[in-house]
């Protein structure tokens, strides 16, 4: 536009320049270059930006050359000037309406989410923050519920520990982050060998419990060894060197007799550190 202008027109003297309008018309240029800038800076690239940035574009340009003919003067027969200052205007205002209807789309549906999110926060505040399963305290409501429900229905209940071996070794050698990742590959490994009615929980450390309504002390034996099974053949490679750790765990199950849960919990640890006594030791 500056060159086009250039070309055909001449500098204006200093005492033709009419600054009030230099004024209004420059700072509207900035403002809307600066409201560019900013856009650019502040979101990412996609429909909504790149409609957005189009139509402050088209403002931009249409200020821009409204300041320039302050300075420069065209030739009377310039008939096309109008059209550089005018035309672009509303093709930018056009754009930016588009733009900001969608930006409107676009922040009703991240409200969505984010109300959604925080349904699930207000709701799992008893999460585990590594994996996402139930943390301890979790456990024991859910266990007192589930007990509760399981005494009315007369139905077996029973509970499933898997308890990694040596992870103190783990998180030695590799590194802390290596150590969570391996927690995290384990309660989904859990999750994914445990049926839809089960409920899998990180009681603490490394170790995980499974509630199993519905299951009789025999069939829990089976899924725990299963679950330990599973865990053997883990091919979990480390972050780092990609070296193939071989996890192996401790299972233990018990099914519930007229107990609590603490009582049951407790009773489902004792099991866990005989299975644990077994268990050959390096040191
Ligand atoms: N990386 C990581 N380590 C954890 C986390 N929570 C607990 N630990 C570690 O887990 C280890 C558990 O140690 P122990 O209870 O002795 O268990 P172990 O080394 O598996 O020993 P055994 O169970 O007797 O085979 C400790 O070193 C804790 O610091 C965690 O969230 N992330």
Known sequence: ????????????????????????????????????????????????????AL??????FS???DTLDEF???PEQAIWDNWLETAPMPIGLLLLTLGIYHLNQEQRAISQQMS???????????????????????????????LAQAHEQAQPLSLVVVDIDD????????????????????AQLLL?????QDLLCRLAGDRFVAVLPNTGEAQARLIAGELQQAVTSLAHRTEQ???????????????????????????????????????????
């Open 1 to 52: 536009g500056l060159q086009i202008y250039l070309a055909t027109g001449e500098i204006k003297t200093w005492a033709e320049i009419n600054w009030m309008d230099v004024a209004g018309e420059g700072g509207s240029a900035v403002l809307s270059l600066v409201w560019l800038i900013m856009l650019l800076h502040s979101r990412p690239a996609g429909r909504v930006t790149r409609l957005l």
């Open 55 to 60: 139509g402050l574009s088209c403002v931009f």
């Open 63 to 65: 200020w821009w050359m």
């Open 72 to 74: 420069i003067h065209l």
């Open 116 to 146: 959604k999110r925080e349904k699930l926060f207000r709701e799992h505040r008893l999460f585990d923050k590594l994996t996402p399963l139930g943390a301890a305290e979790y456990l024991r409501q859910q266990l007192q519920r589930a």
């Open 167 to 186: 992870f103190n070794a783990i998180n030695q050698r590799y590194g802390q982050a290596e150590g969570d990742a391996v927690l995290q590959a384990m």
């Open 192 to 196: 994914l060998n445990l049926r839809r």
């Open 241 to 283: 060197q990609g070296e193939r750790l071989y996890i192996h765990a401790s299972t233990a199950a018990v099914m519930a007799i007229d107990e609590n849960a603490e009582q049951l919990l407790k009773r489902l640890n004792l099991c866990l550190a005989k299975a644990k006594q077994r268990l050959p030791r390096c040191a």
